[in-house]
């Protein structure tokens, strides 16, 4: 599979705010959880769009007013989505069920999808941001559906060549990392649920009780998808003894 972008990169508008360093820190406290969504070069990836619609009417806030627009209803989780290069060639818009990468920016809740030319995209200055590490602070969790077999690889001997890559190998295995990070008391830790404060308060009252997050072990869960002979390969075994045992990174048996 060529690691060459597909026609689908072109679709996006990186200029627009869901895309930018500033609107991931400035929603650090936003008492929302941060789910990172990323897809590989496989063809389950044109399942994506499935998965973040699914995951978005799942914790979308229940009892919503009928007057309010979809993004004002959403509000318990924030999803950005990363995509390898070879991801992207399955969602160009050639057909019903592989709809162009911008058109998952419609659905609620998700906040950003980010690219590898995105990293770098403007010179780097002492002092600026770096795109990898600002994702690995502001996710609670990372999923990666679907896993290739090229991508497992890569990421189990600690290649950090693209932005999916670099935030698995700048990922707070231990949980001793951005312990800096003030984030409300509705998404803390790597809860998995959409539970947003517990204290019945309104908004402004969660804004002003956000406090520094708890060190504490942020999960990675992976869906390999791989044709048989690869999944059948010794190969891969071994791979994901090494994710699961060394990582702690969930996947199916």
């Known amino acids: 599979m060529s690691q060459s972008p ?11 705010p869901t895309s930018t360093i500033e609107s991931i820190t400035s929603s650090l406290s936003d008492n929302k959880i941060h789910l990172l969504l990323a897809a590989s070069g496989s063809v389950a990836t044109i399942k994506l769009p499935l998965i973040v619609k699914t995951l978005s009417e799942r914790y979308s806030q229940p009892g919503a007013l009928p007057q309010q627009s979809q993004q004002q209803q959403h509000g ?30 419609d659905i609620p809740g998700v906040d950003g999808i980010h690219l590898d030319e995105d990293e770098w995209r403007e010179p780097w200055k002492r002092g600026n941001a770096i795109l990898h590490i600002e994702l690995r602070r502001w996710a609670d969790m990372l999923v990666v ?13 600690g290649f950090a060549d693209g932005i999916l890559a670099s935030v698995v190998r700048a990922w707070d295995a231990r ?33 002003a009780t ?44």
């Open 210 to 253: 956000t406090r520094p997050r708890r060190a504490k072990k942020k999960r990675i869960i992976v869906a390999p998808a791989m044709n048989t002979a690869m999944w059948r390969h010794p190969i891969t075994a071994k791979q994901l003894r090494v994710l699961e045992d060394e990582w702690g990174v969930a996947s199916p048996n």
């Open 76 to 105: 318990g989780l924030s999803i950005r989505i990363l995509l390898t290069p070879s991801a992207t060639r399955f969602l160009a818009g050639q057909a019903a069920e592989q709809p162009p990468l911008s058109s998952l920016l």
């Open 175 to 207: 949980g001793e990392l951005d312990t800096d990070v003030v984030r409300g008391s509705g998404a803390e830790g790597s809860s998995t649920t959409a539970t947003t404060g517990s204290s019945g308060e309104g908004s402004s009252a969660a804004a």
């Open 6 to 16: 597909g026609s689908g990169t072109s679709r996006l508008n990186h200029q627009t």
């Open 145 to 157: 559906a679907p896993l290739s077999a090229n991508t497992m690889a890569k990421i189990v001997n």
